[in-house]
């Protein structure tokens, strides 16, 4: 059985790569008994779809007064983050 700060790494990790059945089993027995880690869970996957939104409307932003140079260097580092 996972602990909390196991399965908050694999939920960290499991944005970037994906997780072997076993790990995702233990994760998933984990959050059905542990309402913090379900909640970090979610809090995380909100961040990553949050961050995914900025760029988006970064990227399709004609409103925004600066060069499209800039906007797409902000784009790039903030996509980044996100891998």
Request: some cysteine; glycine content about 2%.
């Amino acid at each position: 059985m996972l602990n909390c700060k196991q399965t908050s790494q694999l939920v960290s990790q499991s944005l970037d790569r994906r997780l072997t059945w076993q790990e995702r089993f233990a994760v998933k027995v984990h959050l059905w008994i542990c309402k913090y880690c379900r909640r970090f869970s979610r809090q995380l996957l909100a961040v990553r779809s949050g961050l995914q939104r900025l760029t988006q409307s970064v990227e399709e932003n004609t409103d925004l007064q600066m060069p499209s140079e800039s906007k797409a260097r902000i784009a790039k580092v903030l996509e980044s983050e996100l891998k």
